[in-house]
């Protein structure tokens, strides 16, 4: 899977998110709360409307379609013999009943071109935790729809369900739980819609595609749930290799309508040149750590999302150890608009989500020893989609334009308004570091030839890569963050010179709205 390691220099860590569908409420100075700052109607169905696949999956045919072969529980290893004796391009029906692989370990299925499995109701395809894989190949457009797939144990990293990246899978009305490892991978043009991805080892789903990026990724409609039993950032501190959901460089997403909830870790994680994503009518909550965590990545609109209760085993974890560094729940980590990657959009885009009660709102990070070819970058080998090669970013080259800009991952062009933010520390259960928006940077001291020694990057990201919040809704004792985690403002200072943040926004101290 390559060294993605998660970048924990001078605080980079995960967070998380919440929702709450609280009322315009009066502003500090007396003045009435924008009423564009309310949380929209489409952010207030989605915390009606979950998608509580996981608890009522939809029911397969009964009967097998005309031309299908059918699939029988009693034999074992049935499954995968008549897939590999069909022609491409088959229709498989598996009967109700626990459908078993040969005992083998390696034992899979590897689908042809076409091919399309449907599971009548209650069909499970059981690893019994002897099977590593379930399906695997590079056969595209496959589909896989209303079966249980469960039991397996692939490796760290790996996954049961499209092993292989394979693009153009469909896998609909599916359950996806209790393997270790990745319940499924994901290719190119991969549609993910309506499944129940939960109890995994690792990941939920983990979209890696190791031999070129993944586009047109489409997740909607899914239940992502307690993913992560392996506990894996305890096991391999700071692996970043954990979430309901990881993305790596995948270009175009659409993130919809999904409910990402109680996972160990964080709900959804892009990490590492991932582009032009939309994350929208989700409800995310009750995540271990951050709600989003997006990394090293570019161009992406969030919005219409209910977002509460995330990041507050994390962020309290943090706190009582000491840590002052914000943690949030949208985190964004080096990573922003970039007008040269193509994308719907030339920034990120933040709004009309509701925040309630999460351990923080969101941060703003750029970590100035974390560039192209620096020993500081945690995720080995990769440089950024401005500069091809990344032994271009050595010196003297690095010192002067274009690399000099180029080889960096930039948090710019982040633009957060009319979202609705609610903190209340008497139910978050806490009285400090927990109440926090932040857009922040460290003092660059490593390596030593690096160019970004010093207070540079941190006066960039504060005060000259266009990163705004305005027209936002905040209720409850809300405090802000600018240039490094020791710079703590009151909502006053955080308006005024020199940062002129959240213009045509108001703040009401009482909690609860």
């Known amino acids: 899977m390559g060294n993605k390691r998660r970048h924990w220099a001078l605080a980079a860590a995960p967070l998380t998110l919440a929702l709450l569908a609280a009322t315009g409420c009066e502003s500090t100075s007396g003045t009435k709360a924008d009423p564009k700052a309310a949380p929209s109607a489409s952010a207030v169905s989605a915390a009606r409307s979950v998608a509580r696949v996981c608890a009522n999956p939809a029911a397969g045919p009964a009967k097998a379609p005309a031309g299908a072969v059918t699939v029988d529980p009693a034999v074992v290893g049935d499954l995968a013999a008549k897939t590999k004796n069909s022609p491409p391009n088959t229709t498989f029906w598996l009967r109700p009943g626990k459908h078993r692989l040969d005992p083998d370990r390696y034992a899979q299925v590897i689908p042809k071109k076409g091919d399309r499995y449907l599971g009548a109701p209650g069909a499970v395809l059981d690893g019994r935790k002897k099977n590593q894989y379930a399906f695997t190949g590079t056969a595209p457009d496959v589909t896989i729809r209303y079966l249980t797939v469960q039991g397996f144990v692939a490796p760290q990293d790996e996954g049961v369900v499209n092993h292989d990246s394979a693009d153009g899978w469909v896998i609909e009305h599916a359950t996806i739980q209790d393997n270790s490892g990745a319940g499924l991978m994901a290719g190119a043009r991969q549609q993910v819609r309506a499944d129940c991805l939960r109890d995994n080892g690792q990941y939920g789903m983990n979209a890696y595609k190791g031999n070129g990026r993944i586009t047109g990724l489409v997740v909607e409609g899914n239940e992502i749930v307690g993913n992560n039993t392996g506990d894996w950032e305890r096991r391999k501190d700071g692996c970043g290799c954990t979430g309901g959901i990881k993305f790596w460089a995948v270009n175009g997403a659409e993130v919809s309508g999904n409910w990402v ?33 997006y990394e090293t990545s570019y161009n992406a609109v969030v919005r219409d999302n ?54 923080n709102g969101i941060t703003l990070w750029e970590n100035a020893d974390r560039f192209c070819n620096s020993p500081a970058n945690t995720s080995s080998g990769d440089c950024t989609l401005l500069v091809k090669k990344t032994d271009s970013c050595v010196r003297p080259a690095i010192n002067k334009a274009p690399l000099y800009s180029d080889c960096r991952w930039k948090t710019q062009r982040v633009d957060i308004h009319d979202n609705h ?41 504060t005060e000259q890569q266009h990163n705004r919040w305005h027209g936002n809704v905040y209720v409850g004792p809300w405090k802000f963050v600018a240039e490094d985690q020791s710079k703590v403002l009151d909502f006053g200072q955080w308006q005024a010179t020199p940062y002129q943040q959240d213009k045509g926004s108001t703040l009401d101290l009482q909690a609860g709205g």
Request: charge should be negative.
């Open 306 to 359: 209910t977002i509460r209760r995330n990041n507050w085993v994390e962020g309290r974890k943090a706190a009582d150890s000491g840590d002052n560094f914000p943690y949030a729940t949208v985190y964004l980590s080096e990573s922003g608009g970039e007008p040269r990657v193509p994308a719907r959009t030339d920034k990120i885009e933040i709004y009309r989500n509701v925040l309630e009660n999460n351990w």
């Open 421 to 461: 933010f609610v903190l209340d520390e008497s139910v978050v259960k806490c009285t400090e570091l927990c109440d926090r928006m932040a857009v922040l940077s460290n003092y660059g001291t490593y390596p030593d030839w690096s160019p970004y020694h010093g207070e540079g990057v941190a006066d960039a990201i």
């Open 261 to 293: 909830h109680d996972n160990r870790g964080a709900g959804l994680w892009a990490d590492t040149n991932n582009n032009d994503f939309l994350i929208e009518n989700n409800v995310i909550e009750a995540n271990d750590g951050a709600a989003l965590i």
